[in-house]
């Protein structure tokens, strides 16, 4: 196993984030997180992040190196992601890391954002053949993995991403941003058969989701309730979720013929769809992976553990890669 180090940095939304790989073990990951300053505008403002960006990567590093007990000198490879994201934040991050891999002599690796959800589950053991579900606030996706570097999507959201809906109805129910959380917490002491909210696309023969439909579904149920209980509603709402994204993904399994499915993104952090797939995985003798939980949101991490892997190979890339805010998986 390779023991070379490798300095990650992540910054393609609104987490500021900073890891430090021996090989493909995580020695340390850092986040700063820039929850408190969209929460003020209710999203992220593209040029405040970016900005914010630079204010933090530099000390973020500094820290990221007295964690691991490093010098910057010790760093064998430099790792940034350079898409999907904003393209104001992605450019903060890679500049960075093409800076200190010019200034070092070390190479630059980067890396596809979806990429390092898509393998998080496998940390850090080798990838295998398996089906990955990425679940996140920006994607929603279904894909065969077939080894390191051969995906064939399966599926994806024809509108809004898993995350995004959770995050839509936190806010018409008056939650913080993001909404997934805490609709996570309210649920568990609601009741999932309250309210029959849609299961879109269930039944469409294909691997096609969609979730702006339930979204709607609640806010138009909203004003017709006399009173109601919040937890109830995001039970209902999470099961419908949860109901769609269990289903598709065992179909998925059951049409490739694999025996395993790798879930990743910030929602797989969610307990009830870790408590369905579970479930569902045991009964049909399948093998379920979770990224683990300081993997799922956004962190630098999951994209030092594709790099690690990417060195391992003698894939680097070259200082005029330029970042993709559109980047696909495929
Ligand atoms: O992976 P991530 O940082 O986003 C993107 O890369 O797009 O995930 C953030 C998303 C947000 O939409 C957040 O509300 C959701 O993950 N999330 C959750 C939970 N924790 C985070 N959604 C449902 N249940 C949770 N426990
Ligand atoms: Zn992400």
């Not at 806010?219 to 209980?229: A, C, D, I, V």
Request: hydrophobic share 45%.
């Amino acid at each position: 196993m390779e023991t070379k180090i490798t300095l990650a940095i992540e910054t393609s939304c609104d987490e500021t984030a900073v890891a430090i790989l021996r090989g493909r073990h995580i020695l340390t990951t850092e986040v700063a997180s820039q929850i408190n300053l969209h929460a003020l505008t209710g999203g992220v403002v593209p040029e405040v992040a970016a900005r914010d960006h630079l204010r933090k990567i530099r000390p973020l590093i500094d820290r990221a190196l007295a964690n691991a007990g490093l010098s910057i000198r010790e760093v064998d490879a430099f790792a940034a992601t350079r898409g999907p994201g904003l393209a104001t934040s992605l450019m903060i991050g890679t500049s960075v890391a093409k800076g200190l891999a010019l200034a070092s002599g070390r190479p630059f690796i980067a890396v596809n954002h979806l990429e390092g959800h898509l393998l998080s589950p496998f940390y850090d053991d080798f990838v295998k053949p398996a089906v990955g579900l990425v679940v996140s606030g920006g994607h929603t996706l279904l894909v065969n993995i077939e080894g390191i570097g051969r995906y064939r999507p399966i599926g994806g959201t024809v509108d809004d991403a898993a995350g995004e809906a959770f995050d839509k109805v936190g806010k018409l129910l008056g939650l913080p941003y993001p909404g997934g959380p805490h609709v996570n917490r309210l649920a568990a002491d609601g009741d999932p058969a309250r309210y029959d909210f849609p299961r879109s696309m269930l039944e469409s023969g294909d691997f096609s989701f969609s979730f702006s439909g339930l979204k709607t579904s609640v806010r138009y149920l909203l004003p017709k309730l006399k009173e109601y209980r919040v937890e109830d509603l995001c039970a209902s709402f999470q099961e419908a979720v949860v109901d769609v994204l269990v289903s598709k993904t065992v179909k998925a399994v059951a049409d490739t013929g694999l025996e395993c499915i790798a879930i990743s993104g910030g929602v797989s952090c969610n307990t009830r769809l870790r408590e369905r797939f579970t479930a569902e995985t045991a009964v049909l003798g399948l093998e379920c992976l979770f990224a683990e939980p300081r993997l799922t949101t956004d962190n630098a991490a999951m994209i030092g553990f594709v790099a690690a892997m990417k060195l391992e190979r003698g894939e680097l890339s070259p200082m005029t890669t330029d970042i993709d805010p559109n980047l696909r998986l495929v």
